[in-house]
């Protein structure tokens, strides 16, 4: 008779099934400082900039327009003067970057 792999390998137990799963926990931990962590605390970041926009701050937007903040809406639409009389409304999640703040009335 010959003895079939089940019977013939040893038994791991509990202790054979924790070190099956320590590589995938530490790919995890890994993967989470690399790539999940940064990318949350830029999203942090990015909320609070555009939580701090106030009228007369100059911004980038994500289609590549700059222009001025003249009004701040409540409803996460702001309207920024990009030349002459020319106002557009925008989305505040697309200012991609606020290229000069405007100082705090005192």
């Known amino acids: 008779m010959f003895a079939t792999p089940a019977y013939a390998q040893a038994a791991g137990g509990a202790a054979g099934a924790?070190?099956?799963?320590?590589?995938?926990?530490?790919?995890?931990?890994?993967?989470?400082?690399?790539?999940?962590?940064?990318?949350?605390?830029?999203?942090?970041?990015?909320?609070?900039?555009?939580?701090?926009?106030?009228?007369?701050?100059?911004?980038?937007?994500?289609?590549?327009?700059?222009?001025?903040?003249?009004?701040?809406?409540?409803?996460g639409i702001i309207e920024v003067d990009i030349a002459e009389g020319v106002k557009v409304r925008i989305m505040r999640s697309t200012i991609v970057q606020v290229m000069s703040k405007t100082e705090p009335a005192v």
């Open 18 to 75: 924790l070190t099956s799963f320590v590589p995938l926990i530490l790919i995890f931990g890994i993967m989470y400082f690399l790539l999940i962590r940064p990318q949350q605390k830029k999203l942090k970041e990015h909320k609070a900039m555009v939580e701090a926009l106030r009228r007369g701050d100059q911004v980038l937007t994500q289609g590549g327009i700059i222009g001025k903040v003249s009004k701040v809406g409540d409803d």
